[in-house]
């Protein structure tokens, strides 16, 4: 295209600058020479320049902008923004609201709201008049005009009759003679700038939608709204990262706001850190303590080892051997207070074993009849008491010293759990169900049904979603609360000849790993069917998994191979982007099931 074309006339300033445009009286925006390179600068006389109309999108990204750089202090350059484009931050009575409120001009400020009260409806105009006049108040109180704060009460304030409560409150804080006590009390900054931009904030504030704001858009947008759109893209591109596995919030400045957020295993457990070979036998079960300061394994070889969980090194370290079942140990389970860890055995067994996890004596032990067969057992919500059942048709609800409280007849149990908070307990039973059963009302209730055996099941730390590892049927994710079937999750090997525990993990326990026949560990996103990883390390079946809770990054796997194992991430593997074509993860994607495109 020739230039010419592309050139407008320009009007000198007083100075003789003719590097400003003349202000246009429609809405326009000029183009510059697109050859030149973002961030670069050039002689405005050189530059091609056009005009074309604005969008309404383009108006509001101006204002975005300009209110951006407002709050980082450039006033002129926003004002220049909006001098170019034409448009306007924001409505001339919002500005003028907005000197009033931080003058502490009370007076003006609630003419400049009656004058405003068009543009909002009647019960926002009334909550808005409460927040300012609660402003008023707190501050005439603060200045000891103790007078002048008590007319405002009693003739402006309480005539609103909105916020009853926090009325009700307002008169005790004249009482108050002391800056600190008032502050705490009223739960208020104190007079000045502070108080007067987080007032402001509030009447600027949305709630779920525009329409439940307090000023509509056109007239005051939300403070810092390029920020929050930012976050909230952030967020968005870590919720669709496979392997973000970080519990900490979002923030801007974490991470580079130029490329897309993509992690490649920097926080993810991929590589082992340790092989632990302290048992002598097939090792059968694996759980970290809540507080993740522990780790217990139980194995064949009759004993129980617990470990100890380095928080600032990950290390893990021999503490000491329990020993009890001795046709070995099928399962344990930490109460939620890690005081206490239950022990159940193989088939055989018809003992639970109580242990103190400080000292590691044996607390108490539960036997009812040497016929039972008691496999799996569940902690109450409140730690009070645990149930333990079996195939055998066993299912107790004990104390923490071992005293059967309660029996339910009939119920032969594959696996046991807890939702938090819940008085009920939930068990998989022989006819493929998972039920809800209440001891204290001797209430159940039926919550899934599946086709093929359950091996076993595990429940969120949230209470909202159950695992069900089923016989030649891989894993199912279920929701609790919508009884809906969500993923089935594809990869591992579990034919039923052997009893194969998996559990969530990660940040926000968005992960599920599990062990197979195969020897592998496989781990899912919740939010996808097939593995993101594929571990390898152990030579026979891996029995079981458990993830760190205070660890995201740490994941522990058992085997018939006598090994216990300890992922962690890989070394010096930094944060990728979806540019980076030369990243070794991307290039071996034959290790993962996991495609670069997905990536």
């Known amino acids: 295209m020739h230039s010419d074309a592309l050139t407008t006339k320009t009007k000198p300033t007083n100075n003789g600058d003719s590097n400003h445009m003349k202000e246009h009286p429609s809405t326009s925006v000029v183009l510059k020479n697109t050859n030149i390179a973002n961030g670069d600068s050039c002689d405005a006389t050189s530059k091609h320049l056009v005009k074309r109309g604005l969008s309404a999108t383009d108006k509001e990204i101006i204002r975005i902008v300009g209110q951006q750089l407002q709050e980082m202090g450039l006033i002129k350059a926003s004002e220049t923004l909006m001098s170019e484009s034409g448009c306007k931050l924001e409505h001339s009575i919002t500005t003028r609201l907005r000197e009033q409120i931080m003058d502490g001009d009370w007076g003006k400020v609630i003419g400049t709201l009656e004058e405003m009260r068009p543009l909002v409806k009647h019960q926002r105009y009334i909550q808005m008049l409460f927040l300012v006049l609660q402003q008023k108040y707190l501050e005439l109180i603060e200045d000891s005009q103790f007078v002048d704060a008590l007319l405002c009460l009693r003739s402006e304030i309480q005539p609103l009759k909105i916020y009853i409560s926090r009325v009700h409150q307002l008169p005790s804080f004249l009482m108050i003679t002391n800056r600190e006590e008032l502050l705490k009390t009223a739960n208020w900054c104190g007079k000045g700038t502070r108080s007067r931009t987080k007032l402001l904030e509030k009447l600027q504030s949305m709630f779920l939608y525009e329409e439940s704001g307090y000023l509509p858009m056109s007239v005051m947008m939300p403070p810092s709204r390029l920020r929050t759109l930012l976050t909230q893209a952030l967020e968005y591109q870590q919720s669709k990262c496979l392997f973000h596995n970080l519990d900490e919030p979002s923030s801007l400045g974490s991470y580079t706001l130029l490329l ?218 279920w929701d609790l609360d919508d009884k809906v079937r969500l993923r089935k999750f594809q990869g591992a090997v579990q034919g039923g000849s052997y009893q194969i525990y998996s559990a969530f993990g990660g940040a926000s326990d968005l992960y599920v790993a599990s062990g197979s026949e195969d020897g592998k560990v496989y781990i899912w996103h919740r939010s996808r069917e097939e593995p993101v990883e594929v571990l390898r390390g152990h030579q026979k079946v891996v029995n079981c998994v458990s993830w760190n809770k205070a660890i995201p990054s740490m994941l522990a796997s058992v085997s018939d191979d006598y090994t216990v194992r300890i992922w962690g991430p890989q070394e010096h593997c930094e944060m990728s982007y979806k540019d980076d074509e030369d990243d070794d993860y991307i290039k071996d994607d034959s290790k993962s099931s996991i495609g670069e495109e997905e990536v």
């Open 260 to 477: 897309d957020h993509v992690c490649h295993r920097r926080n993810f457990p991929v590589v082992t850190k340790q092989i632990l070979t302290q048992h002598t036998n097939e090792v059968w079960f694996c759980q970290f303590s809540n507080n993740g300061k522990m780790l217990a394994t139980g194995s064949k070889d009759s004993s129980i080892i617990i470990w100890n969980v380095n928080q600032a090194t990950h290390e893990v370290t021999y503490l000491r051997t329990l020993h009890c079942h001795s046709s070995g140990v099928g399962y344990v389970s930490w109460s939620h207070d890690d005081k206490y860890i239950i022990a159940c055995g193989a088939e055989e067994s018809h003992e639970v074993y109580i242990f103190d996890t400080q000292n590691g004596e044996l607390h108490a032990k539960m036997s009812h009849s040497p016929d039972d067969s008691l496999v799996c057992c569940c902690w109450s919500s409140d730690d009070s008491r645990f149930v333990a059942g079996g195939l055998k048709g066993q299912f107790y609800e004990c104390d923490v010293d071992g005293n059967i409280l309660q029996t339910w007849e009939g119920v032969r149990v594959q696996a046991l759990g807890c939702r938090p908070d819940s008085q009920s307990y939930l068990a998989a039973d022989s006819q493929y169900r998972v039920r809800s059963y209440n001891f204290d009302d001797e209430t159940e209730e039926n919550i899934i049904k599946e086709d093929n055996p359950i091996m076993s099941m595990t429940v969120s730390a949230d209470g909202r979603y159950l695992l069900v590892n089923l016989v030649n049927q891989g894993i199912h994710l």
